[in-house]
């Protein structure tokens, strides 16, 4: 079953944003009369069917063109995804005769609304680890990171089992509501806890059924007890501290008597960290669709991140691997751009892949990458320069590592102190 959403929200979906007013009509129960206005102030009517669906809801929405959509209600809040690749959500309080409320698609972050609630922890962007279950019972992990674009809108990236789901949401009172699409448009309803946690249910367009899932803010600053494995197989233990300075992440491992710095970025529920010397870096690399990659990196002694892009020449298609030649261009964490190329090829040892930048007549940067679902992780910067990939759940954060010129990788993991 295909499934993409988490945060919380409750709304009902139907154009974008827009403030909508769904008044009862009196005939027909399930028959509501929708006016509303667009953002630049053209007004429209149109009407509205809701219908229920087992624990979930239909809704059908006519406004020239009919869309069809699945509802949650949280509270007093209803929450709509609607349509079909672009998938619209709307939150909606109920009032006396009907629903008030807002509604928005991706890449519209304006709405109109009374209240919102904060969800920030990092300049604007919430780092979460999510479970929860699918409607057929079976568990899911992972990660979901939720980034803050106006008062009241949200983009929300879930990454489990190897797959990332993207979705736009709206803050409504304590409830958050997102909308996923393509290829199934689905719907989250989130209620956000004291703790800041979120608890709430999903569903598809279509589905009688409705799942559970909760998500958790990630936090992984404090002392940490290490185990790990070496490359040759030998074992190693010690401390791992974890500080936050702005957008990164401060490293310091201490193993068998010996301080190692290293420099992180926390994307969902994947930390990752490059160690080594004073001119390593670390490049977190989401893969989209189209094989093109999207990431934040950042040097061991710096607080603020760049971007970076790489895109494939036109006409080219990626390999499985990703091995091949990218055309790349980013943002220094100073505000100026910058320019190159990326040629990615998989390493001997089967388990790496090796990254070599090129930027003008300067020397070519080397890096090591290891790629977990649809994220690619890197280290770079001179000989020995290695990069740590955690998962993080709420016990323990573990995961591999590899360092540039050694083959193959370790095995770490960091449980918090006694």
């Given at each position: 079953m295909v499934r993409r959403l988490c945060a919380a929200l409750v709304l009902i979906l139907l154009m974008s944003g827009r403030t909508v007013l769904a008044?009862?009509?009196?005939?027909?129960?399930?028959?509501?009369?929708?006016?509303?206005?667009?953002?630049?102030?053209?007004?429209?009517?149109?009407?509205?069917?809701?219908?229920?669906?087992?624990?979930?809801?239909i809704v059908s929405y006519q406004l020239g063109t009919l869309l069809y959509g699945a509802g949650l209600l949280v509270n007093d809040v209803f929450a709509v995804a609607s349509g079909d690749a672009q998938c619209r959500v709307a939150a909606y309080m109920r009032s006396d005769d009907g629903f008030e409320g807002q509604s928005a698609v991706p890449g519209m972050p304006t709405?109109?609304?009374?209240?919102?609630?904060?969800?920030?922890?990092?300049?604007?962007?919430?780092?979460?680890?999510?479970?929860?279950?699918?409607?057929?019972?079976?568990?899911?992990?992972?990660?979901?990171?939720?980034?803050?674009?106006?008062?009241?809108?949200?983009?929300?990236?879930?990454?489990?089992?190897?797959?990332?789901?993207?979705?736009?949401?709206?803050?409504?009172?304590?409830v958050i509501a997102v909308a996923y699409g393509e290829p199934t448009c689905s719907v989250a309803a989130y209620q956000v806890q004291s703790d800041g946690s979120l608890v709430g249910s999903w569903t598809n367009i279509g589905e009688t059924r409705?799942?559970?899932?909760?998500?958790?803010?990630?936090?992984?600053?404090?002392?940490?007890?290490?185990?790990?494995?070496?490359?040759?197989?030998?074992?190693?233990?010690?401390?791992?501290?974890?500080?936050?300075?702005?957008?990164?992440?401060?490293?310091?491992?201490?193993?068998?008597?010996?301080?190692?710095?290293?420099?992180?970025?926390?994307?969902?529920?994947?930390?990752?960290?490059?160690?080594?010397?004073?001119?390593?870096?670390?490049?977190?690399?989401?893969?989209?669709?189209?094989?093109?990659?999207?990431?934040?990196?950042?040097?061991?002694?710096?607080?603020?991140?760049?971007?970076?892009?790489?895109?494939?020449?036109?006409?080219?298609?990626?390999?499985?691997?990703?091995?091949g030649s990218y055309d790349v261009t980013g943002i220094n964490p100073d505000g100026s751009d910058y320019a190159g190329s990326l040629v990615i090829d998989s390493n001997s040892d089967g388990a790496t892949l090796g990254l070599t930048w090129t930027f003008g007549s300067n020397t070519p940067v080397?890096?090591?990458?290891?790629?977990?679902?649809?994220?690619?992780?890197?280290?770079y910067g001179p000989r020995g320069c290695g990069i740590n990939v955690f998962s993080v759940s709420t016990d323990e954060m573990s995961g591999p590592f590899a360092q540039l010129g050694i083959d193959g990788t370790g095995t770490e993991t960091a449980a918090a102190a006694r």
């Amino acid at each position: 079953m295909v499934r993409r959403l988490c945060a919380a929200l409750v709304l009902i979906l139907l154009m974008s944003g827009r403030t909508v007013l769904a008044q009862k009509e009196a005939a027909d129960g399930g028959d509501y009369y929708v006016t509303g206005a667009e953002l630049d102030g053209r007004e429209y009517t149109g009407g509205m069917e809701i219908l229920e669906n087992g624990d979930a809801f239909i809704v059908s929405y006519q406004l020239g063109t009919l869309l069809y959509g699945a509802g949650l209600l949280v509270n007093d809040v209803f929450a709509v995804a609607s349509g079909d690749a672009q998938c619209r959500v709307a939150a909606y309080m109920r009032s006396d005769d009907g629903f008030e409320g807002q509604s928005a698609v991706p890449g519209m972050p304006t709405v109109q609304t009374q209240r919102a609630v904060i969800m920030s922890n990092q300049g604007d962007i919430l780092d979460m680890a999510l479970s929860g279950e699918d409607a057929d019972g079976n568990r899911i992990s992972g990660g979901m990171l939720i980034t803050t674009t106006s008062d009241v809108t949200v983009n929300v990236e879930q990454s489990y089992g190897g797959n990332t789901f993207t979705g736009t949401g709206i803050v409504v009172g304590d409830v958050i509501a997102v909308a996923y699409g393509e290829p199934t448009c689905s719907v989250a309803a989130y209620q956000v806890q004291s703790d800041g946690s979120l608890v709430g249910s999903w569903t598809n367009i279509g589905e009688t059924r409705v799942a559970a899932e909760s998500a958790t803010p990630v936090d992984i600053v404090g002392s940490h007890d290490v185990t790990g494995t070496n490359q040759d197989g030998s074992r190693y233990t010690g401390t791992l501290d974890v500080s936050a300075d702005n957008q990164v992440h401060a490293f310091t491992w201490v193993v068998g008597g010996s301080t190692l710095e290293g420099v992180g970025i926390l994307r969902g529920n994947i930390a990752t960290a490059a160690f080594g010397g004073e001119e390593c870096a670390v490049m977190s690399y989401f893969i989209m669709p189209d094989g093109g990659l999207s990431g934040q990196w950042a040097f061991i002694g710096t607080d603020i991140s760049g971007s970076e892009s790489a895109l494939l020449p036109p006409g080219k298609t990626a390999a499985e691997d990703l091995s091949g030649s990218y055309d790349v261009t980013g943002i220094n964490p100073d505000g100026s751009d910058y320019a190159g190329s990326l040629v990615i090829d998989s390493n001997s040892d089967g388990a790496t892949l090796g990254l070599t930048w090129t930027f003008g007549s300067n020397t070519p940067v080397e890096g090591v990458g290891i790629r977990q679902g649809n994220m690619l992780l890197v280290g770079y910067g001179p000989r020995g320069c290695g990069i740590n990939v955690f998962s993080v759940s709420t016990d323990e954060m573990s995961g591999p590592f590899a360092q540039l010129g050694i083959d193959g990788t370790g095995t770490e993991t960091a449980a918090a102190a006694r």
